[in-house]
């Protein structure tokens, strides 16, 4: 079966210091892959989506970036954390035409 | 553009009772594809229910079930005999049926809170 791992669970992180989350997808082969943002008391906000290795698509500008240097690895990355960045991030991803997002357990990122 | 609306930032129901969240969605697409997800404490998003747009029959899984209304642009989430593990956010989320990509981005409501009593 497929499963989706995310990690780190939880991080701290100064303004100002790199930022780079992991996600990867086990059980199936070339899957769209997406990163989330979710901020409090909000709903999830798409940053990124990708559809094949090193194709990635933004979808709000900001202070982040993803690559995906492997079929079911995708990245989300930062050179210079703002305090603004901080929130729960979560990974998902899509096999079949349509078939629904499965999100992995996220990370809660804050920013000091 | 699309947007989902979710109308109760939160709502509270006895252990073993019917609650039912409510959820409404501006679109001028036909074809789509709407979800019901949960969020417990642990912030882990887990799908609880699938609707497709051309299917006028209502989907359910146990004891959730929907009440879809396409031309109101409304789809409610009912749960029945609810319990304790029931309790948690709960997103409505709402797809274009084109397929991938920022086509098939999931658009979120902002989600309502439910508690359980005992």
């Known amino acids: 079966s497929q499963t989706i791992h995310q990690w780190p669970a939880t991080l701290v992180q100064p303004v100002g210091s790199p930022l780079s989350l992991e996600c990867t997808v086990e059980g199936t082969s070339n899957p769209n892959l997406y990163w989330y943002r979710q901020a409090a008391g909000r709903g999830l906000q798409l940053l990124f989506y990708?559809?094949?290795?090193?194709?990635i698509s933004s979808e709000v500008p900001q202070n982040l970036s993803a690559s995906r240097p492997q079929d079911r690895q995708f990245i989300l990355s930062s050179k210079k954390l703002l305090l603004s960045d901080s929130g729960f991030y979560l990974c998902?991803?899509?096999?079949?035409?349509?078939?629904?997002?499965?999100f992995g357990n996220g990370t809660r990122l804050t920013v000091t | 553009a699309q947007t989902v609306t979710q109308s109760q930032p939160e709502m509270s129901v006895q252990e073993a009772e019917t609650v039912t969240l409510s959820c409404t969605y501006d679109?001028?697409?036909?074809?789509?594809?709407l979800f019901w997800y949960k969020q417990p404490p642990s912030r882990q998003m887990i799908l609880v229910i699938r609707q497709e747009a051309y299917k006028q029959q209502n989907a359910t899984e146990n004891r959730f079930s929907v009440n879809f209304q396409k031309a109101a642009k409304s789809f409610s989430l009912k749960i029945s005999d609810s319990q304790l593990g029931d309790a948690a956010m709960y997103f409505c989320a709402y797809r274009s049926a084109n397929y991938g990509g920022s086509q098939g981005n999931l658009i979120f409501g902002k989600g309502t809170k439910l508690s359980v009593k005992p």
């Open positions: 679109t001028s697409e036909s074809d789509y594809y």
């Open positions: 998902a991803w899509e096999g079949q035409i349509n078939s629904p997002l499965h």
């Open positions: 990708s559809v094949g290795i090193g194709q």
